[in-house]
């Protein structure tokens, strides 16, 4: 009974309410833990994924896709994970227009850190547990593009399987150096 009032919960969030959570789970979470099991519920890494890869996603086998997914995944939280521990949690969000169309919907923000101000903008998708992120553009920087540009060539370069090494290798540098913060963080 307690699930379902949460998983409804969740499915009546708004796109704006579900980018409320993760920027406040980000400037709140003393430990990543939390941020990670947001992370988990309201970002979307199938078609971020997807997305970054482009024509290439259709070329790829079903085994292969996943393999894709759940290595971005662990890149994504790593990267994110390493930012929090280090970053600065004095920054103030100012939460601007939300527009819908069909299943997707945008969520504008501003983000001020230390006297700068960013504009930030949340690409979400509508999802059957609710609406999910898959892009985040930060200063007319599109995660998905930057993503999309490193994996064009890397894929030139050593193809699928240079691919994902590159993602590997850089999936266990960000943990590596997510193991001191982390350790530090859990003494406070």
Do not use: C
């Amino acid at each position: 009974m307690v699930l379902s009032l949460v998983l409804l919960s969740v499915a009546a969030a708004s796109p704006t309410d579900v980018v409320k959570t993760v920027t406040r789970e980000r400037s709140a979470a003393v430990s990543g833990d939390k941020l990670v099991d947001t992370l988990e519920a309201h970002v979307d890494f199938a078609e971020l994924s997807k997305r970054a890869l482009g024509d290439e996603w259709a070329k790829l086998d079903k085994a292969k896709q996943q393999e894709v997914v759940s290595t971005m995944r662990s890149l994504l939280k790593a990267t994110w994970l390493q930012k929090l521990l280090s970053g600065d949690r004095n920054e103030a969000t100012k939460f601007g227009a939300e527009t819908l169309a069909d299943d997707g919907a945008t969520v504008e923000t501003l983000v001020d850190i230390g006297g700068d101000t960013l504009p930030v903008v949340y690409h979400l998708r509508k999802s059957g547990t609710g609406w999910k992120i898959y892009d985040i553009v930060t200063d007319g920087a599109s995660l998905i593009d930057l993503y999309r540009g490193e994996f064009k060539k890397q894929l030139a370069k050593g193809g699928y399987d240079g691919l994902m090494k590159t993602l590997k290798a850089k999936v266990a540098q960000q943990q590596q150096a997510t193991k001191p913060a982390t350790a530090t963080a859990a003494t406070r």
